[in-house]
């Protein structure tokens, strides 16, 4: 690294390399039995130069040939993408403790054991197709530049998934559940998933409209999806986000407080630094409802005249899985949270009058993501009269913006959750357009 990075000093004016290493570990278990165990571990080598206000960039899995490897820079030079930008020069981060011991003596047998442990609680207690996935995920990120940056980390993940399948459906009632070491599932999740199945016998009739809809952190995605993009120092910049211009502006309901804290060790995913070497820091998004803080990266951030907020990272959209190696940094946040109230799930139950509960959602993708409207299915969710579970619901759709949507906030869970790339409790709203099939 240090020989690639001199290398390229000579000729570059600005350098960063990026190594990442990844060491995963994942088992399938479904009701037949075990499904599949894989094990990878991969590393590799991005680099990204900036020569004349132009950027260039590179990466191998196999850092055999450092010549090569900055010739490929040199020539996507070409390309004429512009940074005008600067790396960072990074010297003072948090100490973190991100990898827990538990990864230290990691087998595969025991994440069997545990996926074999939940599919037989759940297939004692319901007739359904069941699928339990568990994943062992050490990462390890070094950032090196030319400006005198040298920081490292390594960050540990385990991931439990389990679903059971509702009838004539492919998908089901879901529960994720990420956490900071090798932790067994929560009997919480399994008790709340084989209560919902159970009343998921019944198919409820009902009249479509706008009504309560209670989304489960699994659903939570069709809003954190959309908060993302409205917040990013990307979407501001191409002007297609309606929170231009709007800091200081009261936009939600004053029950949302939204914060991403990528320091919070509490949570599984937490690390010092972003991908640029930036230092991380807590960075408060809405407060109360009101719009406080887009968040930005380096080059999104200069373009608008900013300063890293530390969340220049190597993402993309959700549900889409390639190689990171293959990403550049865009703003994204890290550890982003919706913060909790204090009503149960069954609280929340109790006050709707009418409404549907959205367990599950399908097409989280669609609509216009950036403006926050949506449209999406509900392959898993149930219909609620005057505080009551009647039955599950088929062939229905919930659709709206969630600039207006989330003016309506009528309760707030009390336990966080992950919902895919964020953490979420369960959010009851009101006057939600509910569509069924004739």
Known sequence: MEKLLEMAAKVCDRVELHELTEINDTVTYKKSGLDSINSKSLSGICLRIIKDGRLGYAYTRNLIDREELLNNGLASLDGGVRADYTFPHTTAIENLETCDRSFDNLSGSSLVEECRRISDLLQAKSDSDITVMSQALVNGVRVLNSVGTDLSFKSGQHWMFSMLSLPGSMLGILRLQRENKITPLATAMTDEMLELYGKASKVAKFKPGKMKALFTPPSMVTFTWRIKSGASARCVHEGISPLIGRIGEKVFDNKITIIDNPLDVSFAGARPFDDEGTACRPLTIFENGVFKNIYCDLNYGHKLGMTSTGHGFKTEPLF???????????????????????????????????????????????????????????????????????????????AGNIYNIMNRVVDIGSTLHPCWEAWTPAVLFDQVSVSTKE
Not at 321 to 338: C, H
Not at 348 to 356: L, Q
């Open 320 to 398: 889409k899985f390639s190689d990171p190696l293959t990403l550049r940094p865009i703003p994204s946040p890290a550890g982003m949270t919706i913060q909790p109230g204090n009503s149960s799930f069954l609280d929340m139950v109790m006050k709707m009058d009418r409404g549907i509960i959205v367990d599950n959602i399908q097409g989280a993708h669609s609509g216009n993501i950036p403006n926050g409207d949506f449209s999406v299915g509900v392959p898993s969710g149930f219909y609620v009269e005057q505080g009551e579970i009647v039955g599950r619901i088929k062939d229905t759709m919930v």
